[in-house]
């Protein structure tokens, strides 16, 4: 996979793509700016979820076996997963072992993650993506650039195409005529779906939380979709990264405040699905959770990086990220992309691939990120800190220990100076030789003047003389 810098050059030069972009994130922004406004405790709320997660990342061994009594108890089966193959071996065995060939999906970023649909495909099971947005990209054979708008980068004309040259492919096909009007592509999405849910027996979900004290799984959605998954097929399987859990429901009720108004900027999401286990002749007959490690224990153990398992998974921090907004998703190489991304991705993957090294840089640092983000993750500190540990040339490192030798001592660097006065006609007036060529791609090199600041100021008693 290319860096980040190759892959957000591509992207920055289609226009298209920035448009819908801009227009996208802007739209999302303003909604969100609009309906935080109205909480005068805002503040107080934020601070509020930071506490609780933090408290649970630090008790999660605890939380976690709680959650497992729980849902035992409730008549469910709980999985432990160390890592994505373990995950996708065990849903896999679980689809079979109830003799189905095709499953239903809800939106999960989890099943993204670890490459569910693709695994199950090797093993001849068709997953089917029950989100519209996402079913957007699975007919288009594309990858989500958005955690809460998978498809954000395609207007409503590249979506018509894509309904009518592949919907049949997958199932009912798009109507006859199908125009670009949001309402009609929905009720060819509606029309297609509905016959899915119907006759699929089998759904996987993630899920937004988990309560440790009653085993409860929540998931919180816009389109009634996820409902229908969780309640219409016998057998429901959820994939959760371990981090979603939550100690009580009082804790649930924060972050019920706290997602819809910086994911959606609704006051409230129009679909909350909780559930417990099983019950008798009401929803699924069988219900397992996959408990997803996948790189998160050791993320807790950074405790600079750890942060980033606060996340909600809102996607506030890419709609105000300058960088996202013109590359767009798909140059992070992850189901993670933005800010949030450039944190989680390199912590859950390791930074040993040249892309998962670029990641951190893929910021201006400007902040906005960490302002607008519900459980104040500071990702500018977060991104500063993985720098420091990712892979850098060896001409860097030589140009950094130099510099430290320079300016360690002030005689030194006074040296230094009056040397590269004099030698200042040697030095190229636009662009540097060699690994310091790159640096001058898109600025002039500064002038180097005839006398430094210290040796003017001590001709001049600081300009007295």
């Known amino acids: 996979m290319p860096t980040f810098p190759g892959n957000s050059a591509r992207a920055v030069a289609d226009s298209q793509l920035r448009f819908n972009l801009r227009k996208a994130t ?16 805002w503040m107080e709320l934020r601070a509020a979820g930071k506490a609780i997660k933090d408290h649970t990342l ?6 976690l076996l709680q959650l497992e009594r729980s849902v035992t108890e409730a008549g469910g089966h709980v999985h432990w997963a160390a890592d994505a193959a373990e995950a996708n071996r065990i849903v896999a065995d679980l689809i079979k072992a109830t003799g189905e060939t095709e499953v239903v999906k809800v939106k999960s970023i989890a099943t993204q993650e670890i490459g569910l649909n693709e695994a199950l495909r090797e093993e001849g099971i068709t997953a ?18 958005h955690i809460l708008v998978p498809a954000i980068h395609r207007n409503r004309a590249e979506i018509r195409e894509i309904f009518l ?28 779906l509905r016959e899915r849910f119907l006759a699929t027996k089998v759904a996987v979900s993630g899920a937004n939380f988990m ?44 972050f019920l405040q706290l997602l819809p108004r910086s994911s959606t900027g ?31 224990t050791d993320v807790l153990a950074d405790e600079v990086g750890r942060q980033a ?77 993985l720098r420091a540990k990712a892979p850098h040339p060896t001409a860097e490192r030589a140009g950094m220990r130099a510099a430290s030798w320079a300016l360690g001592r002030a005689d ?32 002039d090199i500064p002038p180097i003047p005839a006398e430094s600041f210290r040796d003017w100021w001590d001709r001049t008693e600081g300009g007295t003389r």
Request: aromatic share 6%; proline share 8%.
């Open 26 to 41: 802007h739209t999302i922004r303003g909604k969100r700016a609009g309906v935080v406004a109205e909480l005068p405790d």
């Open 128 to 145: 089917y993506e029950t989100d519209l947005a996402e079913l957007i990209v699975q007919l288009g054979d594309d990858w989500p650039s």
């Open 211 to 254: 309560v440790a004290e009653t085993g409860t799984m929540v998931v919180l959605e816009s389109e009634g979709n996820g409902r229908m998954c969780l309640t219409l097929p016998e057998t429901l399987i959820s994939i959760v990264g371990i981090e979603k859990v939550v100690p009580t429901w009082r804790d649930l009720e924060v």
């Open 266 to 296: 609704e006051r409230m999401n129009p679909y909350t699905s909780t559930w417990t286990g099983v019950t008798p002749g009401d929803g699924p007959k069988e219900f397992h959770l996959v408990l997803l490690d996948n790189g998160r």
């Open 412 to 443: 030194r660097l006074a040296r230094l100076q009056r040397l590269a006065s004099r030698l200042r006609r040697l030095v190229p007036r636009r662009r540097l030789p060699g690994p310091g060529a790159a640096w001058t791609d898109t600025r």
């Open 58 to 63: 630090r008790n999660l061994d605890r939380y």
């Open 309 to 385: 398992l606060r996340c909600i998974r809102c996607s506030a921090c890419l709609n105000v990220c300058p960088v996202y907004e013109r590359a767009g998703g798909h140059a992070y190489g992850s189901v993670y992309p933005g800010p949030i991304g450039a944190i989680l991705t390199p912590q859950l993957r390791g930074m040993a691939s040249p892309l998962d090294a670029s990641l951190p840089y893929a910021s201006s640092l400007c902040g906005a990120c960490y302002d607008v983000c519900p459980v104040a993750i500071d990702i500018p500190t977060v991104l500063v800190h």
């Open 165 to 192: 040259n592949h919907m049949a492919e997958w199932g009912r096909p798009a109507p006859e005529g199908l125009s670009d009007d949001p309402r009609a592509l929905a009720e060819a999405a509606r029309l297609h």
